[in-house]
T-cell receptor, first 111, second 117 residues
Framework: AQSVTQLGSHVSVSEGALVLLRCNYS??????LFWYVQYPNQGLQLLLK??????LVKGINGFEAEFKKSETSFHLTKPSAHMSDAAEYFC?????????FGTGTSLTVIP | EPEVTQTPSHQVTQMGQEVILRCVPI?????FYWYRQILGQKVEFLVS????????KSEIFDDQFSVERPDGSNFTLKIRSTKLEDSAMYFC???????????????FGSGTQLSVL
């Protein structure tokens, strides 16, 4: 069975500080991994995706994520948080035509 | 970038009533999905649809739910007799013809907030 686990339902960081949102996956086959962001009253937008081409994936808005097979992790990072980064972030795994989402992490950026 | 469109953005209904949530996927996409998100909970898969039939459904998608692509552009989710616990944000999504490899992203609509009273 495929699944993702996001540790920490709420994360708060100061503006300019490092953002680290954790995601661990479980998959019986090589996974495709995604991070989506949901701003208030909007749908989910793709931040970045891992498709086995490179373990370090760069996405939009300065976010990046590193695929670590040994740790079954795909944590999302950003060196310096901006107020506009405040949103809900979802990790997802896809092993075919089916996406499985984590429970989400709400990011708060403190001025 | 192309968009998935969902209407209405908010729907209020009485328990036991039927509702139809509407979606217009991106025009050249062939795989369509419905997800829901109960307030404060994760995004849950409901159903996937390909080649005019359901390809996969979750255990949430019981006999009260149905999907249809009536005219080649719209993709609808019908709930026959709504329950209080159906209150959630419902997201439609679609993906490109090359899907099946798992590496194509989903394009999501902005959702329909369903409130069952």
């Amino acid at each position: 069975a495929q699944s993702v686990t996001q540790l920490g339902s709420h994360v708060s960081v100061s503006e300019g500080a490092l953002v680290l949102l954790r995601c661990n996956y479980s998959s019986s086959v090589p996974p495709y991994l995604f991070w989506y962001v949901q701003y208030p009253n909007q749908g989910l937008q793709l931040l970045l995706k891992y498709t086995s081409a490179a373990t370090l994936v760069k996405g939009i808005n300065g976010f990046e994520a590193e695929f670590k097979k040994s740790e079954t992790s795909f944590h999302l990072t950003k060196p310096s948080a901006h107020m506009s980064d405040a949103a809900e972030y979802f990790c997802a795994v896809n092993t075919g035509n089916q996406f499985y989402f984590g429970t989400g992490t709400s990011l708060t950026v403190i001025p | 970038e192309p968009e998935v469109t969902q209407t209405p953005s908010h729907q209020v209904t009485q328990m036991g009533q039927e509702v139809i949530l509407r979606c217009v996927p991106i025009s050249n996409h062939l795989y369509f999905y419905w997800y829901r998100q109960i307030l404060g909970q994760k995004v849950e898969f409901l159903v996937s649809f390909y080649n005019n039939e359901i390809s996969e459904k979750s255990e949430i998608f019981d006999d009260q739910f149905s999907v249809e692509r009536p005219d080649g552009s719209n993709f609808t989710l019908k709930i026959r007799s709504t329950k209080l616990e159906d209150s959630a944000m419902y997201f439609c999504a679609s993906t490109s013809p090359r899907s099946g490899q798992g590496n194509e992203k989903l394009f999501f609509g902005s959702g329909t907030q369903l409130s069952v009273l």
